[in-house]
C-alpha cells in the first residue's frame, strides 16, 4: 500500500504561485501512477495533472495547461504541483493520489490511495 501526505496550501492572491508537496511511503513508489486533483466548492473532484511511473510523462487539465508543472522525485519519494497565475476560481481541496498500477487515467475512481487534501484559496 501506499500513504501519501500533502502540504503546500494556502492562502494566496490571484495571479501568485503555490507549490504543494506530495510525500509518499510504502512500496514501490517509482512504479505507481500519480495525479494531483482538486474538488471545488460545490463540484466533484476533477484532475489537474497526471505523471506516469517514473515521471516519463505527464497530462494535464486543459485549463491548467501552461501554469501548472507536475513532476516527481523517485530518489525521495515526492509528487510537485507548481502552479503559477492563480485564478480564484481555482479555490479547491488539492490532493494526490496513487494508483496501485503502473498507470491511470483522468477518473478519480481509477486511484486507489488519497491524502488527505491540502486546501487552496485564491483571493481577488
Known amino acids: 500500500q501506499v500513504q501519501l501526505v500533502e502540504s503546500g496550501g494556502g492562502l494566496v492572491q490571484a495571479g501568485g504561485s503555490l507549490r504543494l508537496s506530495c510525500a509518499a511511503s510504502g512500496r514501490t513508489f517509482s512504479g505507481n501512477a500519480m495525479g494531483w486533483f482538486r474538488q471545488p466548492p460545490g463540484k466533484e473532484r476533477e484532475v489537474v495533472a497526471l505523471?506516469?511511473?517514473?515521471?516519463?510523462?505527464?497530462d494535464y487539465a486543459d485549463s491548467v495547461k501552461g501554469r501548472f508543472t507536475i513532476s516527481r522525485d523517485n530518489a525521495k519519494n515526492t509528487v510537485h504541483l507548481q502552479m503559477n497565475s492563480l485564478k480564484i476560481e481555482e479555490t479547491a481541496g488539492y490532493y494526490c493520489?496513487?494508483?496501485?498500477?503502473?498507470?491511470?487515467?483522468?477518473?478519480?475512481?481509477?486511484?486507489?490511495?488519497w491524502g488527505q487534501g491540502t486546501q487552496v484559496t485564491v483571493s481577488s
Open positions: 505523471i506516469s511511473r517514473y515521471g516519463s510523462s505527464t
Open positions: 493520489a496513487a494508483s496501485r498500477w503502473y498507470y491511470a487515467g483522468r477518473l478519480a475512481r481509477e486511484y486507489d490511495y
